[in-house]
């Protein structure tokens, strides 16, 4: 499906997220222990509080037919004579088709075994283990006029092992494991900034150890990692470096600094970290220049109460700032107008961020915060700088002017 071909980038950085991190060398402190996000072990490995399957909750609007795809890693034992054992992973896809109409009759359920298996390439020999794994799903219809479908997914690891020891359940494990669903005649609802309307019906899903984001109108990616709606590879990365959190400039310098020893290890300890180390030592300067950085437009933001969607609700009450006119701009007294009401320094507002890329914005939903300054930029965008208050640290921060930032329609006046 070309939804899901446009959702397959983000999904791999989704699925290689933490696999071998930097400096990329199995010696290395840092991965020693490996494999954090969308671990779902074994049934009967109870050493740790890990978890053996997951379930997505999401909402949709209409539709007709679900396609789901569960993808993961299958961890495989590397060995060598005279090499130290190290493990790599293959990625796993399992893809299942579902009317919607068969999901409101009941569950449906696929169970595939990945099969195991031994091969060796000279002096190397993988071995993996095989695995159970079963995706099921329902639906439920909702009361009420807009039509919406509860669905609930689960993704579930049944493989039969038992042990104590980590690394080797691991092997038995699904590994960064991610569910890309896409309907057709149909569209998915938000759960992080959904319509008034299905909020209510929103506050019903739960899910549990996984994150759904839409990918478009209709994909949605429920991922093991936090991400915000419809999440994007940027354009100037030139590849994976297993760390999508981190900066892409940062990591390939700091990698272009490691010792030909260091180097040599590195490619030595898998075929994705040698294949880094070649392509960062490859990189001409132009393309480096690239990962500097770049600033793009977020684009229009739905506003509080308007009636219309993506028309902000604030006007400004001085022309924009002027580089040659500093004296137009104040701070201290600059306000601007949300839902009807004046907002300036002083002012109380209730924080609803909606539609960024920050992941710590969930903690401050709902919150009171004091608006300290109306800011101005260059770009023709307004910013508000608050403090949240009932945060115990609110007087430093304001001593050292350590603000929140939120655009106009971020806020809602109290």
Not at 17 to 27: K, T, V
Not at 318 to 323: S, T
Request: glycine residues 8%; charged residues 30%; aromatic residues 6%.
């Amino acid at each position: 499906m070309k939804g899901m071909d446009i959702a397959r980038k983000v999904a791999d950085a989704v699925l290689y997220e933490g696999y071998l991190l930097y400096p990329y060398r199995a010696s290395a402190v840092k991965n020693q222990v490996r494999w954090q996000f969308g671990v779902f072990v074994p049934p009967g490995f109870t050493a740790t509080e890990e978890s053996s399957a997951c379930r997505t909750e999401c909402l949709i609007e209409g539709g007709e037919v679900l396609h789901v795809r569960s993808r993961f890693l299958h961890v495989q034992e590397r060995t060598a004579e005279g090499a130290q054992p190290f493990d790599e992973a293959s990625e796993r896809e399992i893809d299942a088709v579902w009317q919607l109409a068969d999901l409101l009759e009941g569950e449906q359920v696929h169970e595939v075994v990945i099969p195991g298996g031994q091969e060796t390439d000279g002096a190397v020999t993988r071995t993996c283990h095989p695995l159970n794994v079963r995706v099921s799903a329902a639906a439920e219809r909702l009361p009420g006029p807009y039509g919406l479908v509860r669905l609930r997914l689960r993704l579930e690891n049944l493989t039969e092992w038992t042990g104590e020891e980590r690394p080797e359940a691991l092997r038995h494990s699904l590994i960064a494991a991610h569910t890309l669903l896409a309907v057709t005649g149909g569209r998915f609802v938000s759960l992080l900034d959904p319509p008034e309307w299905a909020r209510p019906a929103v506050d019903g899903c739960d899910s549990l150890h996984t994150w759904p984001v839409l990918i478009d109108d209709d994909v949605m990616l429920s991922s093991p990692i936090i991400l915000y709606d419809r999440p994007e590879i940027a354009p100037e990365s030139p590849g994976d470096l297993f760390d999508a959190t981190e900066i892409d400039e940062i990591l390939s310098l700091r990698t272009l600094t490691l010792t030909d020893e260091e180097k040599r290890e590195a490619r030595a300890t898998d075929p994705r970290a040698a294949e880094i180390i070649d392509r960062v030592e490859a990189m001409p300067p132009e393309l480096l220049e690239r990962l500097h950085g770049a600033i793009r437009s977020p684009g229009p933001r739905r506003g509080w109460d308007t009636g219309e969607d993506d028309v902000p609700v604030f006007t400004t009450e001085k022309p924009w700032w002027d580089p040659g006119a500093d004296a137009s701009v104040s701070p201290e007294t600059d306000s601007v107008t949300v839902a009807g009401t004046r907002v300036a320094r002083g002012s109380k507002v209730r924080l609803h961020p909606a539609g960024r890329a920050d992941a710590q914005d969930m903690f401050i939903v709902g919150r009171i915060a004091t608006v300290e300054a109306v800011l101005f930029d260059v770009d023709g965008s307004q910013h508000l700088a608050v403090t949240i208050d009932d945060d115990p640290g609110t007087d430093l921060r304001r001593a050292q002017g350590r603000y929140w930032y939120f655009a106009p329609d971020d806020v809602e006046p109290v």
